[in-house]
């Protein structure tokens, strides 16, 4: 357990100690936010802020992991496809900054760069890391999907990735969220450590020493976010960007799919499904009905600032809303752990 400790307190240093720097460094060379035109008014003074924070979160989990970890293929997986989706992120991020305007990479790249990183995560994790091809929710399910787990993998990690973007629009409310699931599945992938199938037939598939990297790799993301949050806490002086967002949605999707808990994030990442379909609602009826609007605004953290909650409001509410998800969702493997232990 130390070794979750500490890859905890190395990766929240990094980003404690050396955000400043990167902050001086991104300020020299002008690289700010860009804000929506039609975004709340209260968004307009943010512009120019430093963006691409992420890196040092990529960064301190990656050194954390590869220090402290026994560099399991599971854990290696995983933690390259935080660092392939936060290259993406970052790459997007620079298109945007400096060409000046919200919008990176074109959607039709990052779908193509998305489903190789999927494919290559599939063909990695069944080949040497003993993936199961079945449908999991706290432990595999009798679903096999066969040729297409790739293609729950894409959509784990597109959507994942997405979720974690469009939550990212207040300060502090996705680098908040992600310490809350994170921290879930440090507990659940280090009951899976301490209780492995060896002992009984009954325990998760997934366990021993690929689990505790899965908790080391866990540990790492909650304390970068932790470092992170110190100065990204509103009023931010920086925000993660794209490479932030897309490396965190990257490693949640890829940390729920190796610890067969694929349906269970669901529940977990409760806040970000909402985030996500406040958007999907608020398109498919404004264009099913000519014009019309569910929300104010969306994502739906929009909506509430337009009804006249003050951003701080907003956050914590969120941050309420994130904890409960958490609490239903680890409480749902905490009673699934009890009915397997041996009577």
Request: a positive charge; glycine letters at 10%.
């Amino acid at each position: 357990m130390y070794r979750v400790l500490l890859a905890g307190i190395i990766s929240g240093f990094i980003c404690l100690a050396f955000t400043p720097v990167l902050i001086r460094l991104l300020r020299k060379k002008s690289y700010g936010q860009i804000i929506r035109e039609d975004g709340p008014r209260a968004h307009f003074v943010k512009k120019g802020i430093p963006t691409m924070g992420g890196i040092l979160i990529v960064l301190g989990t990656v050194l954390s992991y590869l220090l402290l970890s026994r560099r399991t293929p599971e854990g290696l997986l995983v933690i390259g496809t935080m660092a392939a989706c936060g290259l993406l992120g970052f790459v997007d991020d620079l298109i945007q900054v400096r060409k000046k305007r919200s919008l990176g990479l074109k959607p039709s790249v990052k779908f193509l760069v998305q489903l190789a990183i999927a494919v290559a995560f599939t063909a990695i994790g069944t080949h040497y890391c003993h993936l199961s091809t079945k449908l999991s929710f706290i432990g595999e399910t009798r679903i096999d999907l066969g040729p297409f787990l790739f293609l729950l993998v894409f959509l784990m990690l597109v959507g994942s990735s997405n979720a974690v973007n469009l939550t990212d629009g207040l300060d502090g409310l996705a680098t908040g969220s992600m310490i809350l699931v994170m921290a879930a599945y440090l507990l659940i992938a280090f009951t899976m450590f301490r209780h492995p199938i060896t002992q009984h037939h009954r325990f998760y598939q997934f366990s021993g020493q690929p689990a505790l990297d899965i908790t080391i790799i866990a540990g790492a993301v909650m304390g970068a976010c932790i470092g992170f949050l110190w100065w990204n806490a509103a009023p931010a002086h920086i925000f993660m960007g794209d490479t932030g967002s897309l490396a965190l949605g990257g490693v949640m999707a890829a940390t729920a799919i190796i610890t067969r808990t694929e349906l269970l994030l669901i529940i977990l990442g409760g806040l970000f499904v909402i985030e996500t379909l406040s958007v999907i609602i608020q398109v498919g009826v404004f264009k099913l009905t000519g014009g019309k609007r569910v929300f104010r605004m969306a994502p739906i953290h929009h909506h509430f600032e337009l009804m006249g909650w003050s951003e701080f409001t907003v956050m914590i509410r969120l941050w309420i809303v994130c904890g409960f998800c958490v609490g239903v969702g680890f409480a749902l493997f905490y009673i699934d752990f009890v009915t397997r232990v041996p009577s």
